[in-house]
């Protein structure tokens, strides 16, 4: 796996279940729900977070 573009991560099981609950409904992969879910709070929180993320770049 190219570590460049991809990271693994834990998660409760309660919590995996429910992502692939989401992902059959939604016909997508758990990890295109979760970046679909990330992507959604990254657009609520953008102002505070798109500093940190300048900061962590650099």
Known sequence: MDTTKYKSVATKMETYNKAKII??????????VISMLVDQEWQK????????LTKSAA
């Open 23 to 32: 992902a059959g409904h939604s016909h997508r992969s758990i990890g295109a």
């Open 45 to 52: 929180q953008k102002p505070t977070v798109k500093k940190e």
